[in-house]
T-cell receptor, first 116, second 116 residues
């Protein structure tokens, strides 16, 4: 069954500093991977996605992610964070862990706090 | 103005009552999904539908029911059989392509259900 692990529940970063959010996946075939962001009480917005090809993927709001098959990872990065980046971040892979093949399996999320 | 709408934003119900959450999309997407979000748990797939008049169970379908009579609508009923219904419910939709699973899912703003 597919699974996604986000090892960090909370991360605190100073404004202007670089950011890396970790994501590890378990999937039997070539994974389709996503990063979403959620502001409090809101829906999810897609930041970027990886299906195939170049392993470094560029997204919106200055985010990028790198797919590393050997490490089963898809870490999200940003060179310089802004206070508006404070939110919950979710990594996801296509395929439900219980058999919902066309849904997404999500990690539990990483809460990003930005210090002034 | 295209998008996904969920109503109401907040919903309160007494224990033992069924309640129906609305999800409408005007994106002309074929596929629609329902997820449940609990604090610290990420999102979990309840039901999904790839086409009108067809739907499939996700990872946590027990205590829930859906219908897909129209392409643009995918209501979710939380029944009295759901043991712990208080949660944030998110609806999503995606276009379908020849490569299933590669389409981006777009999320609505969510409905917070509280059972008293």
């Amino acid at each position: 069954a597919q699974s996604v692990t986000q090892p960090d529940i909370h991360i605190t970063v100073s404004e202007g500093a670089s950011l890396e959010l970790r994501c590890n996946y378990s999937y039997g075939a070539t994974p389709y991977l996503f990063w979403y962001v959620q502001s409090p009480g809101q829906g999810l917005q897609l930041l970027l996605k990886y299906f195939s090809g170049d392993t470094l993927v560029q997204g919106i709001k200055g985010f990028e992610a790198e797919f590393k098959r050997s490490q089963s990872s898809f870490n999200l990065r940003k060179p310089s964070v802004h206070w508006s980046d404070a939110a919950e971040y979710f990594c996801a892979v296509v395929g439900g862990s219980g058999g919902g093949a066309d849904g997404l399996t999500f990690g539990k999320g990483t809460h990003l706090i930005i210090q002034p | 103005d295209g998008g996904i709408t969920q109503s109401p934003k907040y919903l309160f119900r007494k224990e033992g009552q069924n309640v129906t959450l609305s999800c409408e999309q005007n994106l002309n997407h074929d596929a629609m999904y329902w997820y449940r979000q609990d604090p610290g748990q990420g999102l979990r797939l309840i039901y999904y539908s790839q086409i009108v008049n067809d739907f499939q169970k996700g990872d946590i379908a027990e205590g829930y029911s859906v219908s897909r009579e129209k392409k643009e609508s995918f209501p979710l009923t939380v029944t009295s059989a759901q043991k712990n219904p208080t949660a944030f419910y998110l609806c999503a939709s995606s276009p379908t392509s020849g490569r299933r699973g590669t389409d981006t899912q777009y999320f609505g703003p969510g409905t917070r259900l509280t059972v008293l």
